[in-house]
């Protein structure tokens, strides 16, 4: 049996070695290892990506929302309003693709076996002249 697409099996949330077992045990709290396969969860750490991409990405979509709001002649109450709503679907938006980006990122990372590197890591040599 071949290994599921990390990025698929993320979109579903699931674990990127079996394509079955959840990643979160709640929101964005990972489990500790896959329920059906025992993969470990706990060498890939995401960090701040997920909420990077996400953050950008909602940036981009909604932005141009809210530059054009306040030059649209209407009353104010109504950009208020207006203001609110899209406040509100830059939030829907961030919580609702948040755990998509984690699982995606993680799974990436332990599909690929992507580790931090270290300063011993790095070859002191490859800069000299």
Not at 29 to 42: E, F, H, I, Q, W
Request: glycine share 10%; charged share 15%.
């Amino acid at each position: 049996m071949s290994k599921p697409s990390p990025i698929l099996s993320g979109l579903q949330l699931k674990c990127g070695n079996c394509g079955e077992g959840k990643l979160f045990k709640s929101y964005l709290k990972l489990n500790d290892a896959c329920p059906v396969c025992g993969r470990k969860m706990d060498s890939g750490d995401t960090a701040d990506g997920p909420a990077f991409f996400v953050g950008f990405g909602v940036l981009i979509l909604t932005a141009p929302f809210i530059f054009i709001v306040p030059m649209i002649s209407m009353p104010v109450w109504i950009k208020i309003i207006t203001f609110a709503v899209l406040c509100g679907v830059v939030i829907g938006l961030i919580l609702l693709l948040l755990p998509i980006a984690k699982a995606i990122l993680l799974n990436l990372q332990l599909h690929h076996d992507a580790t931090e590197v270290k300063a011993t890591d790095v070859d002191g040599d490859a800069n000299a002249s």
